[in-house]
Structures are given as structure tokens and as C-alpha cells.
């Protein structure tokens, strides 16, 4: 009788187990098929959210669910948040209904996934990453806005335009990384935003912008240089109540035409430094420009950043439109191309650059090193290595880890790309600019397409060594807020259905943190920002059907190395018709660059906790009549953006040219309309 008495318990117990069970697998259903319901409708898209386990307390009376990672790629809102939370409420049984609910996905509660731009309360502090930074890289002195309050003055981003043109040793020669189609190749399709678009549009608004591939599209490059100065008439120096002197650390020199595997030209000569005044005869040196061709050239100093170095070093630019006054931050930056801005440089006109030792502190060190103009061609020579072996090309979402395969050795001569820099990959420019190997050479001379992508992340460790972002490894002090690459996708579709946008970041790398100790979930805040902005804007303006694909959280080099907060941008595919009809338009570019734009203000605004401006649109109606002999009246309006309350303009600079010559550095208007006086037969 007792036998039979356990054995009715057991089953009794058993058959309640498997009841359960049953009950646990029919509400896991019907959470995922509202959850999903819940995806579909947020995303447009088709996708399968699944509840893979249900953990209940009844002692602290809660359920936790945990769901695959399709939930995480949800925009969350605290909207959106709320109504996940309704769904699953309404779908529990009546004795669970007053339960605490938590909702996990990708290893967080559903809440934490809202940026913190979007959050009324509870704003993740250790998101915020904000740099006490009083002076900036560059500064432009002449410009006739002097700070950026609600911009982004002070700010330092890192960018890149993907690929570039490479050398690929398994085939020993130079080619694109991707594919040519529909007019273009993503090598040069992505500068096509970066370079006339966004960029402008970041400085713009006060940030410094660094780049690692040339941004300069002009054949011409004039290299002038201390180290080069043979008759004294390129570089030279004046001496007032401090003497230029020699630096007793290496610095630039061009002695080639072309540089081999591991030459640093920032290590091949040296450079002038002195002490600052504040008072009293300055000290100034010169570099004097003559350019083979009239042109707008990009300008790029170099310098030496010493342990009391100057904040404030004063570059004065003779262009042909006049001069432009800039400061740099010697304190940061040195060892490297420190870009300056775009100038119109005529050809044998008698043009310039001048560094003085003046200076608001004095007794600091200033130095000088040389002046680029121009974005030259490619000067790196590649070959395949030496030793006979080569490395398998691997992703960015690939290990490190090289794949080794024996090749018949060729005697080959190292060569040249034979192509204009700016199309050229970031490896080669690195290698120009100083930066170690280290940072451009991750497979020792083995495999440049694994280099090329791999070694962005490491470049943006360098510019922030040294600063409050990675204090403890050496670098070029810069303290970036912001790391973003710019990628095209792959894929296609049958008829006039759209590929879409796809954004990437990292968090689950070095324990969800930074190495200043700040979450890496920032990552995640400035990529929901970017893909908003673009996939509203385009919905609103392009394309009502425009596809918002997932927000993946992968490992991804150019999204897990950065030191900083990153995002890796797909904006499209290049190789699908539908996505490019609208990818080569240049309104498009335009416009999905200023959502880049935007989403990164706002990020920046969460970050520093202070309020922000968007740009104004390009004004319409621009008219320009003679109101006098001698006069001329220019009058335009504004164009409203009804997407962005605070883009409308309170005041506008106008720049002015003569004969068609360079411009100046523009004045402030305060109304739509200017009048100038005109000298008569001049234009």
C-alpha cells in the first residue's frame, strides 16, 4: 500500500511538471507572437522576436523574461518601453498579473536600451563621457563667429569614408576593394558624403574633425620644409627677443619619392622650436608657397608636442583672399598632418604661412615643422612579402588571427599605387602622417586589406592617448568624443524593394567599459541617434518605404577598437537598384549627411548635458542686383526646416571674392539682405 502511495505522489507530481510545462510553452508562444507583432509594426520589416525562458519568484512575487536579440534591435522609447511592458501584463495569467515584470534582451532590461537623449528620468551617467577641453585643436581666429555655445565647440570627432584603393598581394598589384557598379565603387562612393558634405557640415559647427585617408582631392602636393631649404627661400626664420633653435627631437623630412614598408618621414629630419613672449619683438617663421596651379588646396601643418608646449601657437595664412588668423593647440596633435582648412592659392603670386612665437603665456614652447598644401599622389610602394607568405583576407567581424598560405616566390619591386592620395586606403595615409607601424602594420607587411580596416580603430587609440579618453597609453592627446565609419552594404532585391540602413556597435568587449572607465553602452546611444535621423529624414523627404534594418550589437573592428563611443555605418546597398536611385542623387547625400550631422549633435548634447542648435538650411531666393553705379544689393530667404525647430538662422555670413580670386573670411549679416560697394571694372 505504501509503494502504491509514493507512487501516486510521483505521478501526481509529474503530471503537474509536465502541466506546467505545457502552460510555460503555450504563454512563451503567445509572448513572442505579440512581442513580435510589436516588432513588425515598430520596425516595418519582417522579423521574429522569441521568448527564450521565463524565470518567476514567487517569494518576491516577479518575472523575468529573456528574449533573443531581435527585441534589442528595436528603436526603445520609453513609449515603446511602455507598451512591451502592457503586452506582456495583459498576456499573463490573473494570479501573476500584479507581478514585477522585467524584460531582458542582449543581456540588459529592455529600459536601459533608451538613450539617454530620449530619457525623461534615470539617465545612465557612466554613459557620459564629457572632456573638460578649454582650447581646441584648431581654432579659426578670423571667422566671424567666434564660439559655437550650442554647436560643437570644443568637440573632437574621428571619422572615415571606407576602403580605398589598395595593394593586394595575393594577386601582387593595386586594385579597389569593392566592386565597380552603378557609376561608382564604395572605395570612393562613401567620400562622395564625408568629404564635400559632412565634414564641412561638423566644423561648421566648431568640432575638429580628424580623418585618416587624404580629404584633399588635388593632384598637387608642395611640401616646404626647414629640412628642404637649400637657398633659404622656401622656409625662414626672423629673431626677436627669443631665437629660433633646433629641436632636439626627430622630426619631418621628405628625402624620397617614394617610401618602403615601415619608413616614417616624420622620423627622417628635424624641427625648429622656441620660446613663447607676451610682450616685446616677436620671433616668426615663414613658409613661403608657389604653387604650380591656381587652386583651392587643403593646408596641413605639422609640429612637435613637447611637455610645455603652447596652447595657443599663431598661424597666419596669406591666400588670395586676403589672410585668415588660426591657433593650434601644440599640446596636443604633434608628430602628425594637423589639418587647417581650404584656401585659394594662385599661381607665382607671393603667398604664405607664418608661425609667431607671440602668445598669451609666455615662456611656453612653440615649434614648427612643415607646411603641406595639396593632396598629392600616392608615394607608399607596396610588394608582397618578402618572405613568400601571404594572409587571407579577412572581415571586419573576423578574428585577427591570420590564415597562412605558401605562395611560389616572385621577385617583385615594390610600387606605387599611381593614383591621386585621397583614393588610396588609410593604411598608406597613415604611413605618411607618422603614425608607428604599429598602428598601420597589425599583419607585419602580410595582408594591406586586413590592415587597412583593422588599423582605424587603432588609429583613433593613438590620436587619444595621452588624453582624458585613454590616459594611460601614449598617444597625441587629442580627446576625441566620437568615432564614426562610413560603409555601404552589399545585397540585393528583386523589383523596388530597399536594402536599407544598417548601424553596428560594440559593447560586449573589456567588461561593457571603456578604458577611462566609462559604459560602452554610449556606443549604442550615438548609433540609435544616427540611424533615427537618417531613416526619418529620409522617410520624410525620399522614400516613405525607406528600410530601418537591425542595430547590431557584433564585434566588428571598426566598432570594438575605438577607445571612444563608435558607430559603423551601412547607409545603403551599392549593388541594389532601388537604394541606388536615390544614393546617387546629391540632394540625397546631402541631406543623409546633415542627419549624420544631427545625430551627432544631439548625442553630443546628452553627453555634455547642454542645449543645441542645428544648422540653418542653404537659403532660396538668392538675388543680386545693382541698386547704385557702384553698388550692389544681395538679398535671399530663409529656407524653414519643419523637422528641426532650432534651425532657423538669426544672422548669416557672407563671403565676398574679387576678379575671382580667393574668398575672405566673411562677415556677419544680421538681416537677408547686403550691401556692398563695388570698384568699378572689377567683378
Do not use: C
Not at 517569494?59 to 513609449?79: A, D, F, G, Q, V
Not at 582605424?456 to 568615432?483: C, F, K, M, Q
Not at 534651425?647 to 575672405?664: C, E, K, L, Q
Amino acid at each position: 500500500m505504501k509503494t502504491i502511495y509514493v507512487a501516486f505522489i510521483f505521478l501526481s507530481l509529474f503530471l503537474q511538471s509536465f502541466s506546467q510545462d505545457l502552460v510555460d510553452d503555450s504563454l512563451k508562444r503567445r509572448l513572442s507572437n505579440s512581442l513580435t507583432y510589436i516588432y513588425i509594426e515598430t520596425m516595418l520589416r519582417p522579423g521574429r522576436v522569441t521568448v527564450d525562458s521565463i524565470a518567476t519568484n514567487e517569494r518576491k512575487k516577479s518575472i523575468e523574461l529573456y528574449t533573443n536579440l531581435t527585441l534589442s534591435y528595436l528603436p526603445m522609447r520609453e513609449e515603446l518601453v511602455h507598451h512591451i511592458y502592457d503586452s506582456i501584463r495583459y498576456h499573463l495569467p490573473p494570479s501573476k498579473k500584479k507581478y514585477r515584470i522585467g524584460v531582458f534582451s542582449d543581456q540588459q532590461e529592455i529600459s536601459h536600451l533608451i538613450p539617454n537623449y530620449f530619457r525623461t528620468t534615470q539617465k545612465a551617467k557612466n554613459r557620459r563621457i564629457a572632456h573638460k577641453v578649454k582650447t581646441p585643436l584648431v581654432t579659426n581666429l578670423s571667422a566671424p563667429i567666434a564660439t559655437f555655445g550650442k554647436g560643437m565647440q570644443n568637440n573632437h570627432i574621428a571619422l572615415w569614408q571606407s576602403h580605398g584603393w589598395y595593394y593586394e598581394q595575393k594577386l601582387g598589384r593595386w586594385e579597389w576593394q569593392r566592386a565597380r557598379i552603378f557609376q561608382t565603387v564604395e572605395d570612393l562612393y562613401t567620400q562622395s558624403y564625408v568629404v564635400p558634405f559632412l565634414v564641412p557640415m561638423l566644423e561648421n559647427a566648431g568640432a575638429n574633425v580628424l580623418l585618416p585617408r587624404e580629404r584633399d582631392y588635388n593632384t598637387t602636393e608642395v611640401i616646404i620644409d626647414n629640412d628642404n631649404n637649400h637657398d633659404g627661400r622656401a622656409y625662414s626664420e626672423t629673431n626677436g627677443r627669443e631665437r629660433w633653435q633646433q629641436s632636439d627631437s626627430a622630426g619631418f623630412a621628405n628625402p624620397r619619392k617614394v617610401y618602403l614598408d615601415g619608413e616614417n618621414p616624420f622620423r627622417m629630419g628635424t624641427a625648429r622650436q622656441i620660446k613663447s613672449i607676451s610682450k616685446g619683438a616677436e620671433s616668426i617663421a615663414s613658409w613661403n608657397v608657389e604653387i604650380p596651379h591656381k587652386g583651392n588646396y587643403g593646408l596641413y601643418v605639422s609640429y612637435q608636442t613637447r611637455k610645455n608646449s603652447s596652447d595657443d601657437a599663431r598661424y597666419t595664412v596669406y591666400h588670395a583672399g586676403g589672410k585668415t588668423d588660426i591657433s593650434v593647440n601644440q599640446q596636443m596633435g604633434g608628430g602628425t598632418w594637423i589639418f587647417l582648412g581650404y584656401f585659394d592659392f594662385e599661381e607665382g603670386a607671393s603667398h604664405k604661412i607664418t608661425l609667431t612665437n607671440r602668445s598669451r603665456r609666455s615662456g611656453k614652447i612653440v615649434t614648427a615643422d612643415a607646411v603641406k598644401i595639396g593632396g598629392g599622389m600616392g608615394n607608399i610602394a607596396r610588394m608582397p612579402h618578402p618572405a613568400g607568405f601571404e594572409s587571407e583576407n579577412t572581415k571586419s567581424s573576423d578574428s585577427l588571427v591570420q590564415k597562412e598560405t605558401l605562395i611560389s616566390k616572385i621577385n617583385y619591386s615594390p610600387e606605387v599605387s599611381g593614383y591621386p592620395r585621397y583614393t588610396e586606403g588609410a593604411r598608406y595615409w597613415m604611413q605618411w602622417a607618422g603614425v608607428p607601424d604599429s598602428v598601420y602594420n597589425r599583419t607585419e607587411g602580410k595582408n594591406d586589406y586586413t590592415d587597412d580596416y583593422a588599423s582605424r580603430g587603432v588609429w583613433v587609440n593613438w590620436l587619444a592617448g595621452g588624453s582624458s579618453v585613454l590616459p594611460a597609453v601614449e598617444g597625441l592627446h587629442i580627446p576625441l568624443d566620437l568615432a564614426f565609419a562610413f560603409h555601404t552594404d552589399a545585397g540585393t532585391f528583386w523589383g523596388d524593394s530597399i536594402v536599407g540602413t544598417l548601424g553596428i556597435y560594440m559593447t560586449h568587449h573589456n567588461e561593457e567599459q571603456f578604458e577611462n572607465g566609462r559604459s560602452r553602452w554610449a556606443s549604442r546611444d550615438l548609433a540609435e541617434l544616427i540611424m533615427e535621423e537618417i531613416v526619418s529624414d529620409i522617410r520624410r523627404d525620399y522614400e516613405p518605404n525607406w528600410t530601418r534594418r537591425h542595430l547590431w550589437n557584433r564585434s566588428y573592428a571598426e566598432a570594438r577598437i575605438p577607445n571612444v563611443p563608435t558607430m559603423l555605418l551601412e547607409l545603403l546597398s551599392h549593388q541594389n537598384f532601388a537604394d541606388m536611385r536615390y544614393g546617387l542623387d546629391p540632394s540625397f547625400r546631402f541631406s543623409v549627411s546633415r542627419s549624420i550631422y544631427k545625430g551627432m549633435l544631439k548625442f553630443l548634447s546628452s553627453q555634455y548635458n547642454r542645449p543645441y542648435v542645428v544648422q540653418p538650411l542653404p537659403v532660396h531666393h538668392f538675388t543680386t542686383r545693382f541698386t547704385g553705379e557702384t553698388e550692389a544689393t544681395l538679398t535671399w530667404e530663409a529656407t524653414s526646416d519643419p523637422a528641426e525647430s532650432s534651425a532657423t538662422p538669426t544672422g548669416y555670413i557672407v563671403y565676398s571674392r574679387i576678379n575671382g580670386r580667393g574668398f575672405d573670411n566673411g562677415i556677419l549679416v544680421n538681416s537677408n539682405h547686403f550691401t556692398t560697394q563695388i570698384k568699378k571694372d572689377t567683378v
